[in-house]
């Protein structure tokens, strides 16, 4: 195994996504970033959540993750809510308008990731995907 293939394999596999979400960025109104998209997602799957947990679960640091959720409710997407036991605990939560905005983000996200593996035939696509499954399993076990 040549260690210069691995690493530029692992490079042009992070052009590749950057390239990719630059694109998806550029596309996207309103022109919020993909943190903030991320950040809806996992309130939508998962509930309301302390901004604490969410930056841990999502690999943000506190203050990123503040400026994410100053952002998010100024737009409407997401809102505080305060525990009426402790109004210390805040949770953020995804308002209608936030699972709008996430439902249209993931629709270009797939109209986007069709353009750009469409130069891929279907004997690429399986490989590619065969290959991404090992590697995930890989990481899932070493969890």
Request: hydrophobic share 35%; no cysteine.
């Amino acid at each position: 195994m040549d260690k210069n293939d691995i690493f530029k394999l692992i490079h042009t596999v992070e052009l590749f996504t950057n390239e990719a979400i630059i694109r998806w960025t550029k596309s996207f109104e309103p022109n919020i970033g993909i943190s903030p998209i991320i950040t809806l997602s996992e309130l939508k799957q998962n509930g309301p959540q302390k901004q604490s947990v969410l930056a841990s679960k999502l690999g943000y640091t506190p203050g990123a993750m503040t400026n994410i959720a100053g952002r998010l409710t100024k737009l409407g997407l997401a809102e505080r809510r305060y525990n009426e036991n402790d109004r210390r605990n805040v949770f953020l939560a995804i308002t209608d308008q936030g699972i709008t905005v996430l439902r249209e983000a993931q629709q270009k996200g797939k109209e986007l990731r069709i353009e750009l593996f469409q130069v891929l035939n279907e004997e690429e696509i399986q490989q590619f995907l065969s290959i991404y499954e090992k590697l995930l399993k890989n990481i899932k076990e070493q969890e």
